[in-house]
Every structure is written in C-alpha cells, then in structure tokens.
C-alpha cells in the first residue's frame, strides 16, 4: 500500500526563522515520484517540487531545499528565513503507476504559519 | 486557457439533488484528475482520464458518482442523491502526460449538501 505521513499537523514560526517540514512515505514500488504542494487559502494547489525514485540528489530553490532519503523513506522541506507569504498548507504527495492509471496520494498536510 | 478552470466555484444544493462540477484542463494536456478534500485532509483520488477513457475510477466512493471527458478535454463530474457526507472540495487537476509528470490543480468547486 501507498501512504504518505506528515506527522507535523501545524507549525507555527516567527519572520526569518528557518523551519522543516517533514515526510515520510510507504511505498512498494521502486520506480515512483514525490512531490511537494502549496495550498494558500485560496485554495489551489501549486506545484513546488518533483523528485523522481532514482534521483536522491538534494534540491535548493532559492529560500526552499528539499532532503530526499530513500534510506528513512523521507522527503523533508526546508523553508529558510521564512516569510509570512509563506503561511500555507503544505501537501507532500506520493505518485505511483497502477499500470492503468498515475495517482498521487497525499499526507495530511502540514498547517505553516509565520507571523511577524 | 492558462491554467486549470473549475466551475462554479461555490455549490450549495438540497440533499437528494443531482449537481455537475465542470473541470476545463490546461490545453494539450491529456491526463485529467478529479480528487476529492475534505476539511483538515490531504485531496483523495476519485478518478483518472487518459483522452476520453476513464483508465481508473477506483476511487469513486460509490454508483452515485460518475465522471465524463467526452472530447478529451473538459471533463464533468456527476453526483447523484447527493448526501451530507457528499459536501468537500472538488478539485480537478491536469498533466501533460501520466507518470511523473507534475498536475496542475484548479481552484476547486466547493460543495455543500444542505
């Protein structure tokens, strides 16, 4: 079975402060993809990043990094001197091929609220 | 369009009601999701489209939702008898191809079962 955990329900951090969120997936597969989501409160998802199975190399977007260790089965995020445009719902997902069909499936979400 | 168009946006309807949420994906993109997102929760699959197939609706909670993308393109979520338990998010989400490649989400279509 396919699950995606995020233990860390809501964070809460001052302006410039660095915070990590954590993921832990389940999967079977040796050939998947992980993604992390934004959801601001409009509500639409925005893509942030993809990490293919094959791929541990980590990834740095300019005030976001991202940990990607097959050996803890983690995808951790890293917000460096967060922002309060940062304060969002931040979806980890999972995404396997059935062989029909390519579904992700999502963590819980993790609640990020940065004040001044 | 530029990105993924759900409609409406809002829906309120009376249990026992039938109501249709329209999902217009990004052009050229082939593959077509519909998830469902309950308050507090990460989005759950309902089903998938590749072209004009549904090559997996598994995730459909039961008969009385259906889905249609009958050119390939906009797709249309059905609910039958809608029930209480029925009121989430519904979110539409596009790829230009399937596997490993990142879906670009709508807005979502909030319903609520009065």
């Known amino acids: 079975a396919q699950k995606v955990t995020q233990a860390q329900t809501e964070i809460s951090v001052v302006e410039k402060e660095d915070v990590t969120l954590d993921c832990v997936y389940e999967?079977?597969?040796?050939?998947?993809?992980l993604f992390w989501y934004k959801q601001p409160p409009s509500g639409e998802l925005v893509f942030l990043i993809r990490?293919?199975?094959?791929?541990?190399q980590n990834e740095i977007s300019g005030r976001y990094s991202w940990n990607f260790q097959k050996s803890t089965s983690s995808f951790n995020f890293t917000i460096t001197a967060s922002q309060v445009v940062d304060s969002a719902v931040y979806f980890c997902a999972l995404s396997f091929n059935t062989g029909t069909a390519s579904k992700l499936t999502f963590g819980t979400g993790t609640r990020l609220q940065v004040t001044l | 369009g530029a990105g993924v168009s759900q409609t409406p946006s809002n829906k309120v309807t009376e249990k026992g009601k039938y109501v249709e949420l329209r999902c217009d994906p990004i052009s050229g993109h082939t593959a077509l999701y519909w998830y469902r997102q309950s308050l507090g929760q990460g989005p759950e699959f309902l089903i998938y489209f590749q072209g004009t197939g549904a090559a997996d609706d598994s995730g459909l909670p039961n008969d009385r939702f259906f889905a249609v993308r009958p050119e390939g393109s906009v797709s249309t979520l059905k609910i039958q008898r809608t029930e209480r338990g029925d009121s989430a998010v519904y979110l539409c989400a596009s790829s230009l191809t399937a596997f490993g490649t990142e879906a670009f989400f709508g807005q979502g279509t909030r319903l609520t079962v009065v």
């Open positions: 999967t079977r597969d040796t050939t998947y993809y």
């Open positions: 990490r293919n199975s094959f791929d541990e």
